[in-house]
Nanobody, 124 residues
Framework: QVQLVESGGGLVPAGGSLRLSCAAS????????VGWFRQAPGNEREFVVA????????DYADSVKGRFTISRDNAKNMVYLQMNSLKPEDTAVYYC?????????????????WGQGTRVTVSS
């Protein structure tokens, strides 16, 4: 198992930037692929981006492609989500998730471990 803790959320104006962090416990973090998902009130949880175990492969949702960038540092047990050009529709609770079965996945139900979430609010 792995424990995940997100941080970095907050209130920003449209067009602004935030960097979210996901800190993982344990010494076997490199075994886990990681994804970011988000959920707004009244909406289903949706895929944002995934990164493979090594960090060499990434997959972005069309809604964030070109604006968000995921990266990971396995030596530090950290995953980051740099969010630029934020829009009001990006407002949601953002969750970091991990799984060790697949090299990476865009499906929420394939992730076994989840953080508690960090809230991002983008004002218009």
């Amino acid at each position: 198992q792995v424990q995940l803790v997100e941080s970095g959320g907050g209130l920003v104006p449209a067009g602004g930037s935030l960097r979210l962090s996901c800190a993982a416990s344990g010494r076997t973090f490199s075994r886990y692929a990681v994804g970011w998902f988000r959920q707004a009130p009244g909406n289903e949880r949706e895929f944002v981006v995934a990164i493979s175990r090594s960090g060499t492969n990434t997959d972005y949702a069309d809604s964030v492609k070109g604006r968000f960038t995921i990266s990971r540092d396995n030596a530090k047990n950290m995953v980051y989500l740099q969010m630029n050009s934020l829009k009001p529709e990006d407002t949601a609770v953002y969750y970091c998730a991990a799984q060790a079965v697949y090299d990476y996945s865009i499906l929420a139900n394939e992730y076994s471990y989840w953080g508690q979430g960090t809230r991002v609010t983008v004002s218009s």
